[in-house]
């Protein structure tokens, strides 16, 4: 396994369009974390799947942000009409068990760029 | 509001000797507490952690302190070696927020300097 995948690696988008990101967990975990990271700024959190089930989502995620994780596998995080103020590192993460086990393991971020 | 807190954006420390990084939280309900670490162009990787049960975790060269009374923690590195310039992250979960998602400090810098 080679850890959490996220694509695209970056992205520059015009402003008022949609994108989407995709993040491959590790396969055995069945919880998975979007957060986003702004410059100067540590990660937020944005919303939490376990297995298939959205179980929480920051008031960060307005009603333009929809997460998805079909099956329990991969996840998708869809931004609509997007706004420059949705620039930002997008971190997925995964973990398999109780938090005590040692935290998150996270993916390398799909950097967005809205100009 | 920031309920972690790194006051300390950037620490230069000489090979060798010790990293101290520091953080601080507000809400007194965190019980679970985390170092990660980041390179350029890289997600955060888990460092360490600890509990609210113990007030000291070790592991190698890594050791992380809990005062729960002053609501602070810290990262002892010793000994610091150039491969430790990264910039460092504080997080904390628990409580009322529930223990799905962490909140994270601003990080601070750390430059080893061989």
């Not at chain 1, 420059?84 to 998150?104: F, I």
């Not at chain 2, 007030?55 to 609501?71: C, H, I, M, P, Y």
């Amino acid at each position: 396994d080679t850890g959490v995948s996220q694509n695209p690696r970056h992205k520059i988008t015009k402003r008022g369009q949609n994108v989407t990101f995709r993040c491959d967990p590790i396969s055995e975990h069945n919880r998975l974390y979007w957060y986003r990271q702004t410059l100067g700024q540590g990660p937020e959190f944005l919303t939490y799947f376990q297995n298939e089930a959205q179980l929480e989502k920051s008031r960060l995620l307005s009603d333009r942000f929809s997460a998805e994780r079909p099956k329990g596998s991969f996840s998708t995080l869809e931004i609509q009409r997007t706004e420059q103020g949705d620039s930002a590192m997008y971190l997925c993460a995964s973990s398999g068990g109780r938090r005590g086990n040692g935290g998150y393991t996270f993916g390398s971020g799909t950097r967005l760029t809205v100009v | 509001d920031q309920q972690v807190k790194q006051n300390s954006p950037s620490l230069s420390v000489q090979e060798g000797r010790i990293s101290i990084l520091n953080c601080d939280y507000t809400n007194s309900m965190f019980d679970y507490f985390l170092w990660y670490k980041k390179y350029p162009a890289e997600g955060p990787t888990f460092l360490i952690s600890i509990s609210s049960i113990k007030d000291k975790n070790e592991d190698g060269r890594f050791t992380v302190f809990l005062n729960k009374s002053a609501k602070h923690l810290s990262l002892h590195i010793v000994p610091s070696q150039p491969g430790d310039s990264a910039v460092y992250f504080c997080a904390a979960s628990g409580g009322l927020t529930g223990a799905n998602n962490l909140f994270f400090g601003t990080g601070t810098r750390l430059t080893v300097i061989p």
